[in-house]
């Protein structure tokens, strides 16, 4: 489906229009990011989560849509806390995964011990890993609100599961080829479980849909290996004698492997964007729509790069907004938007940061690890 057709297809839905805008400012930016920097230093990272929730705040308050201002209501030190709870969580895991791994290396091999322990925990992950998704997502709904109209998820752990077990063997089975009906699965179980007060979202999108640029990134890997072979095997036919193409031609058929590859990464990113905002409503009545294409995308990440470059990385909190104006602007919703009408109570369901905290200390071990292998 085409760029335009997908925008005009949404836009023929009503005549009521309301562009997304965002009108947060560099130099404000600039301030909030500074002093996330300098207390971050100060108090030797401790103040990591304070500036995250600053940051997120100050994007939801300054991003505007029919009137109405998005806001984020969290604590700093409600992250934090989640994430020492999260630490010691993760840090008795890991103890019980060394422990384990000590005791079965004492009957069998270290190697076949290791391989044993570490089936045994990615299984378990699996088990656990649509509990932490399913609770950050309620979560951050939970703490957002547009217009003091609050959002909430009631998507269950347990319908992830199998969405995730049915996509992984499938996407096996098939080769990758149900990759695509995997994808719009758990995008519909994310957004069909979304509300805003007392409307709920829904997804309309369909893995056929998704084949083209599915395709287009497969067929992107069998280019550029079929380039890189050729490149190669041309140089080895140069006349010089040798087994091994010179470095330069490596260095080429690399660059141009990355840029095939990549090109069509990129391209079906914005692709798969605009394609769930165009298929995403809200009630009955209250459809989304983007108008963002890949060319501009690019041209807007391109500038981005040579700014940050140019700048030594001093010019980033300006980058920042100029890339979120632009993606936040491509979104409009079509529809009567009243507040009064989408009014509802705020989710009553216990939720915390513990899962997200979760999350971070994993990103804590994971660093530890990297350091130490």
């Known amino acids: 489906m085409s760029e335009v057709s997908e925008v005009s297809e949404v836009s023929e839905v009503s005549e009521v229009r309301h562009r997304a805008k965002f009108d947060g400012e560099g130099n404000e930016f600039f301030k909030v990011f500074l002093i996330n920097a300098l207390l971050t230093l100060v108090t030797f990272g401790v103040y990591f989560f304070w500036a995250k929730v600053r940051i997120k705040k100050f994007m939801f308050q300054h991003t505007e849509i029919a009137g109405g201002r998005f806001d984020y209501h969290v604590t700093g030190k409600e992250k934090f806390l989640a994430f020492l709870k999260a ?6 895991v890991v103890a019980i995964y060394m422990g384990i791994l000590y005791l079965m290396a004492m009957s069998f091999s270290y190697t076949v011990a290791t391989i044993i322990t570490t089936l045994v925990f990615y299984l378990l992950m699996l088990f656990v890993y649509p509990l932490i998704f399913v609770a950050v997502r309620r979560f951050n ?17 347990k319908k992830l599961f199998f969405i995730a077990i049915k996509g992984f063997i499938l996407s096996i089975i098939t080769l990758g080829f149900y990759t695509p009906w995997f994808i719009v699965s758990m995008q519909k179980f994310n ?15 369909k893995g056929k849909d998704l084949m083209i640029p599915h395709l287009v990134i497969v067929g992107s890997f069998v280019v550029a290996f079929l380039v890189m072979m050729f490149i190669i095997f041309m140089a080895m036919l140069d006349g010089s004698g040798g087994t091994r193409p010179p470095a330069a031609i490596m260095l080429l058929s690399t660059s141009l492997t990355m840029v095939i590859i990549y090109g069509a990464i990129f391209w079906s990113y914005v692709w798969l964007m605009r394609y769930t905002w165009n298929h995403t ?13 890949s060319w501009k995308f690019f041209g807007y990440i391109l500038l981005a790069s040579l700014i940050s470059v140019a700048s030594l990385g001093l010019a980033m909190p300006w980058v920042i907004v100029m890339m979120t104006r632009y993606m936040v602007q491509t979104v409009s919703v079509h529809g009567d938007l009243n507040p009064a009408d989408l009014q509802g109570d705020p989710d009553s369901s216990e939720t915390s940061a513990f899962a997200e905290g979760l999350g971070e200390a994993g990103d804590f071990f994971d660093i530890i690890a990297d350091f130490l292998t």
């Open 191 to 205: 957004i069909d479980g979304t509300y805003a007060g007392n409307k709920k979202f829904s997804f309309s999108g």
């Open 281 to 293: 409503k809200l009630g009955d009545d209250i459809k989304f729509s983007s108008d963002i294409t």
């Open 141 to 157: 709904m939970s703490r957002t609100s547009w217009n003091s109209v609050h959002f909430r998820f009631t998507g269950r752990p």
């Open 87 to 92: 630490m010691l969580v993760v840090g008795v």
